[in-house]
C-alpha cells in the first residue's frame, strides 16, 4: 500500500501545491489530466482509476496539462489548465468512476482547488486507494487495467488471475497522543509524560496476530501497573533495539476498528546548569518510531516527533 499517494493528496490541496507540480514528471502514485467533456473523459478516467485501484493506489489531478517527455518516458506536466467548474466536473468524474468500474472502487475522495478563490474555476483531485480483492475492470474497454511507474497498462492473464483468489487485506495504524504530564505514583511524585498508543485497522480484512514495536531511546518505557495503562497485549524488552507488544491467537482487530492498546511514560532529564541558568528538568524532544504488523501483511513502519516539554 502506497503511503506516498495519500500523502499526497493531502499535500496538493492547495494552489501552491498544484502550481509546483509543472515540470515534473508523472510516477506511480499520480495521473494529471486536461478536462473536455463527460464524453471525452469517461474512457480515460476509468482507465486511471482501474491502474491506481489496482496497484498500490494513487492521485488523478484534473486540470494540468502534459506532453510526453521521449519514447518509453514518463509525461511532464506543462502548465496549468484549469476547469471551469470544479463542483460540476468532480461530480462528473465521480459519476465515470461509479459507473464505469467494476466490481467498484471503495474508499475514492474528492477535493477541489479553486483558482482564483470564491470563483467556480480550479482543479480537481480524486485519491483513488488501493482495492484488495477481485481486479477492477473500465466497462467502457472491457480492460483491466494495472499502474505501473508513470504508465497504465493492461494487466497480464497470470496478474488477473491472481487478483481472483487474493482475500482482503488489513491495514494497521498506530496513533500516538501527547496526554500531558503527571505524577508517577510508584516512583515517589516523579513527573513523566505520558502517551496513549492507539492501533486501528484501516483495511478490510481482519488483523490477526497484531503487533507493536516501539524503537527504544528517549527514556521512553511503559508503566507498570493496570491502571497506569499498561499494554492490553503480553510486552517484551528482550529485543536490545525495540519493545514489543503482540497479541495471541485470540487477539483480532477487526476493519474500522481502534483499540487503544498501552500508554508510553517518557520520564523527564536534567539540563545542566551554565553561568547564567540554574539546574532544570525537561522532556526532551524525541522521535518515537514503530512498526505495526498483523497475520499476511507486511510491517507498517510510522514515525512521530514529540516537542520538547518543560518539565
Known sequence: MSERAETLFKDLQSRTAINALINRAEDADFDCKEWHSLNAMKESIAKAACGFANATGGVIVIGMSTRKSGQNQPDVITGERPVGDVGAVSSEALD??????????????????????????GFVLVYIPEQDGPPQR??????????????????????????????????????LKDEGIGGKAMAGGILERRIAVTLSNKGRGLARFPSVRFRRGGGITFPGMVDQGQPIWPHSYADKEWISIRGGSNDVVYPGETLRIATIVQERGLVPSTDRTPHTWEFPAITIATEAVCDGTVAHQQYFKMDRKDG
Do not use: C, N, W
Not at 155 to 173: S, V
Open 96 to 121: 465515470i468512476i461509479l459507473k464505469h468500474v467494476r466490481p467498484g472502487i471503495t474508499g475514492v475522495q474528492v477535493h477541489t482547488v479553486r483558482k482564483p478563490a470564491r470563483q467556480k474555476s
Open 138 to 175: 473500465s466497462t467502457i474497454t472491457k480492460e483491466f487495467y494495472v499502474r505501473v511507474a508513470s504508465g497504465t497498462i493492461p494487466m497480464e492473464y497470470f496478474q488477473i488471475e491472481d487478483r481472483f483468489g487474493r482475500k482482503p487485506h488489513a491495514r494497521l495504524i498506530v496513533e
